[in-house]
């Protein structure tokens, strides 16, 4: 993992290690802001791993995986991108439930909201995002 962090959103930087370490992709990580770990914060991680396993499997070789995450303001936002060869999200089978249930599902069952923007030859960008309590600091 490249990048930098607050020392408390650990849980980020440890699903890009996961994700490293089972695909061998580079993730570049960058996080600002910090929040208490609750099922909703817990619920984005679990999203942001999906992502971060989604791009490191079809476009780690198209060079580095990124991930931003931000807090401020009652809300914690993440984007995941990559450079990979991309994909037209409305025609994904609907047995195909990662992208639909591990991802969008999740982020609105903990209120929260997931935009993927994709197309052939363009590469993936991933945004979530989900009402946090901010840690004061």
Do not use: C, Q, W
Not at 29 to 50: N, S
């Amino acid at each position: 993992v490249v990048g930098n962090e607050h020392p408390h959103m650990g849980f980020l930087r440890a699903a890009a290690e996961e994700v490293e370490e089972s695909h061998g992709a580079v993730v570049e990580a960058v996080v600002v802001g910090d929040a208490r770990l609750d099922e909703h914060l817990d619920a984005l991680v679990a999203a942001t791993r999906e992502a971060l396993t989604n791009a490191a499997k079809f476009a780690s070789e198209s060079g580095e995986v990124r991930l931003y995450a931000e807090i401020e303001n009652g809300a914690a936002r993440v984007f995941v991108d990559d450079r990979g060869p991309g994909f037209d999200p409305e025609k994904v089978p609907a047995d195909r439930r990662g992208m639909r249930e591990s991802i969008i599902g999740r982020m609105r069952r903990h209120g929260g909201r997931a935009e993927i923007r994709s197309a052939p030859e363009s590469g993936t960008e991933v945004e979530l995002e989900i009402p946090v309590e901010e840690s004061e600091r």
